[in-house]
């Protein structure tokens, strides 16, 4: 079997995840935060530690600024609702995931403004309408860090210092980046940035998001979910204080220790390391592609510009019969369709029909891409 | 018998800051169930040795913890101690 659906979720694990959970249930599991008694501090211990390794991946100083959620969908949505009321601009661009359209097209119906900024054939968005339409005024600009449907990786920096010039706030759709490329959150100029912890970080399902800039004020935001956070009991009003503010309910204790552990072993193993192994894996991908007729490639031709996500289309097939051949004839798991990102594939002129998407990670190999290149070769010309 | 200080957290992860801050310092401290009469929050305080207070209140000041009150702990029971730093 070949696994090259890293994009949807990294598979397999790190070993260390799953020991870390099994040690948490076994050994650590209180409530954390709730109680005082020893099993209920070491699991707030061991969620602390957390924070601390995100806050550092991430270079931000206070790790009380990481706010946990169940996954990066629920973080764009606690930063998109939280922050935008009837009458505010908010600018995005044609490269979004539905976890961002989604949520912007139901606040427009109550009366917020979304631009949506056009971007080139390859996904990268058009700087120059970013500028003129990020203008004064304007609350939020949402950006997707790469595209999970071809790897388009956007120019934050760029488009942090637009925001800023107009006064606006830049939150960064990390799903498919954090952990697949080294972020300085400062550096970048994001002041929110929302990550899943199951994809390129290798930690379980279930975890995921929101951290807010040093310099980000909380004041801002509004909590998306209300409830108990085991602190200020005796109010019923929700507290101001991080990250309780945001993070009511039991939290995902389990799975926050699978994520420390695999974020610790991308730490030992190296973001850098992994990142240059899949721009090497990409670039024969797309040069053992190229040379197939009948086959189209989307997004940059370089791999240094995408993450190791490529996606293609194959003359005289359904992208459907493509995914479920690759599975049957090959084992080779894809993924194929729209990918929940009907507006890049807009952008990419592949809408309805979408694309294949074969995404790399830590565990492929070069047999695995040339396993890949000779099975999309014989699919080719058996039509 | 040593005389004991609390630093008293809005919350449990702020608590946890605090904890991991004063024991890289090499301060012997130790979460705690908060006691009713310091407040009615549920979670817990960091206790130290009283005669530490100074230190760790600055220690905390410069990372800005934000701490809701530092006072000494009224004991009516046995406790237990610290945990050596």
């Known amino acids: 079997m070949i696994y090259v659906d ?22 650590t599991g209180g409530n954390p935060g709730r109680s005082g008694h020893r099993l209920s501090i070491a699991a707030a211990r061991v969620i602390y530690e957390v924070r601390e390794e995100v806050a550092s991946l991430f270079g931000i100083a206070d790790p009380l600024r990481v706010v946990f959620t169940p996954n990066v969908t629920e973080a764009l949505n606690l930063a998109i609702n939280g ?40 996904g990268q968005v058009d700087l120059e309408a970013m500028r003129a339409t990020v203008t004064h005024g304007t609350k939020l600009v949402v950006v997707n860090h790469a595209s999970n449907v071809v790897g388009t990786i956007q120019p934050v920096a760029d488009i942090a210092t637009i925001a800023h010039e107009a006064g606006a706030l830049l939150l960064l759709d990390a799903a498919q980046t954090a952990g697949a490329l080294p972020i300085d959150q400062h550096a970048l100029g994001v002041d929110l940035l929302a990550f899943t912890g199951h994809k390129a970080l290798h930690g379980p399902t279930g975890t995921g ?19 108990g956070t085991g602190s200020r009991s005796e109010f019923e009003e929700q507290p101001d204080n991080l990250p309780d503010k945001y993070e009511s309910g039991t939290p995902n204790g389990v799975g926050i220790a699978g994520l420390g ?14 990142r240059a192994q899949e721009i090497e894996l990409s670039r024969a991908l797309i040069e053992g592609l190229s040379a197939i007729p009948g086959l189209r490639l989307y997004g940059p031709p370089r791999a240094e510009d995408r993450t190791a996500v490529i996606s293609v289309t194959l003359e005289g097939w359904r992208v459907s019969e493509v995914g479920l051949a690759l599975d049957d004839e090959y084992g080779i798991l894809s993924r194929v369709g729209l990918h929940c990102s009907p507006a890049a594939h807009r952008t990419l002129g592949t809408f309805p029909e979408g694309t294949v998407r074969l995404s790399l990670g830590p565990a492929n190999t070069r047999s695995d891409v040339e396993a890949v290149i000779a099975a999309m070769k014989e699919l080719a010309e058996s039509r | 018998m040593n005389e004991y200080g609390v630093a008293v957290f809005p919350s449990s992860s702020v608590a946890m800051r605090a904890e991991a801050l004063a024991q890289r310092a090499g301060y012997a401290v130790r979460l705690i169930p908060t006691p009713r009469d310091v407040s009615s929050d549920c979670g817990v305080v960091l206790r130290f040795d009283w005669a530490k207070r100074s230190g760790i209140e600055s220690l905390l000041r410069e990372a800005k913890v ?7 702990l009224r004991q009516s029971h046995r406790t237990g101690g610290l945990p050596s730093a």
Not at chain 1, 11 to 20: D, F, R, S, T, Y
Not at chain 1, 21 to 26: F, K
Not at chain 1, 93 to 98: L, R, S
Request: charged letters at 25%; a negative charge; one cysteine or more.
């Open chain 2, 66 to 72: 934000d701490v809701l009150d530092v006072r000494p």
């Open chain 1, 209 to 227: 998001g929101l951290v807010l800039g040093d310099d980000f004020d909380p004041s801002l935001l509004r909590p998306l979910v209300r409830g």
């Open chain 1, 261 to 274: 552990a695999a974020i610790k072993w991308l730490r030992d193993t190296g973001i850098h390391t992994i």
């Open chain 1, 6 to 27: 890293y994009a949807a979720t990294s598979w397999p694990k790190p070993p260390c995840v799953a020991e870390a959970m099994t040690d948490y249930l076994e050994h």
């Open chain 1, 83 to 122: 922050l935008l009321d009837p009458q505010d601009r908010v600018v995005t661009t044609a490269m979004e995931h539905n976890s961002v359209m989604r949520p912007l097209r139901a606040l427009e119906k109550a009366g917020v403004e979304v631009l949506v900024v056009p971007c080139h054939p390859d």
